[in-house]
């Protein structure tokens, strides 16, 4: 059974940096396409940062967030730098193959 669990979500202050983990559970790790993706309050879902063969990136994170993983704990992260309160959502890890979302972490951005 496939199981996404992010953790290390919570509040910064403008200008700091957080990183985000996403434990997987019944996945094929080193063959599947990972994501993170988030949702601000009142907005829709967006795609923040993929990990494939390569790395792909949304613009408005280009250049403060990082995304990796480490395929000796089945695990993808988010490094999140220079955070700005327009960062401020929920952070979810997705598995495109079968569309596998986990529950989420809140990150919120303020002073």
């Known amino acids: 059974q496939v199981r996404l669990v992010e953790s290390g979500g919570g509040l910064v202050q403008p200008g700091g940096s957080l990183t985000l983990s996403c434990a997987t559970f019944?996945?094929?790790?080193?063959?599947?396409?990972f994501a993170w993706y988030r949702q601000a309050p009142g907005q829709q879902r967006e795609l923040v940062a993929i990990h494939g063969g390569g790395t792909v990136y949304s613009d408005p994170v280009a250049n403060r967030f990082t995304i990796s993983r480490d395929y000796t704990k089945n695990t993808v992260y988010l490094q999140m730098t220079n955070l700005k309160p327009e960062d401020t959502a929920v952070y979810y890890c997705?598995?495109?193959?079968?569309?596998?979302w986990g529950k989420g972490t809140l990150v919120t951005v303020s002073s």
């Open positions: 019944g996945t094929v790790f080193a063959a599947d396409l």
């Open positions: 997705v598995k495109f193959l079968g569309n596998y």
